[in-house]
């Protein structure tokens, strides 16, 4: 994980590194007292818009234990298989949009 913050307090960039991906997260002070956006876990998947992202990891259990280490995951963050046979699980960036973290062997 790498961490920029402005000298002024107004943003901060993380860079999160897992595996061959990376994922850039921006957190603005200006957005701090705003409420976050109200996603279900689902993320409303039939309606139109940008719902969540996807990740890749070659150790689900890793990456799990890795984010709750640096606390972007708790305890109540689960592994669960989905209807397609692909392993995954959710965190939230600041924002509360979800980022899913996924492993499918299935085209490797």
Same mark, same amino acid.
């Given at each position: +994980? !790498? @961490?920029?913050?402005? #000298? *002024?307090?107004? +943003?901060?960039?993380?860079h999160l590194k897992l595996g061959s991906s990376f994922l850039e997260i921006f957190a603005y002070k200006k957005n701090a007292d705003k409420l976050p956006v109200d996603y279900e876990y689902? *993320? =409303? /998947?039939? #309606?139109?818009?940008? @719902?969540?992202?996807?990740? !890749?990891? *070659?150790?689900? #259990? %890793?990456?799990?234990? #890795? /984010?709750r280490a640096?606390?972007?995951? =708790?305890? @109540?963050t689960k592994i669960t298989m989905g209807r397609t046979k692909v392993g995954y699980f959710f965190i939230q960036d600041p924002? %509360?949009?979800?980022?899913?973290i996924v492993k499918d062997d299935r085209y490797y």
């Amino acid at each position: +994980m !790498h @961490k920029y913050d402005e #000298e *002024n307090g107004s +943003m901060s960039i993380v860079h999160l590194k897992l595996g061959s991906s990376f994922l850039e997260i921006f957190a603005y002070k200006k957005n701090a007292d705003k409420l976050p956006v109200d996603y279900e876990y689902a *993320n =409303n /998947l039939e #309606e139109i818009g940008v @719902k969540h992202i996807v990740l !890749h990891t *070659n150790d689900l #259990e %890793g990456a799990l234990a #890795e /984010l709750r280490a640096k606390g972007l995951a =708790n305890e @109540k963050t689960k592994i669960t298989m989905g209807r397609t046979k692909v392993g995954y699980f959710f965190i939230q960036d600041p924002d %509360g949009v979800w980022v899913e973290i996924v492993k499918d062997d299935r085209y490797y």
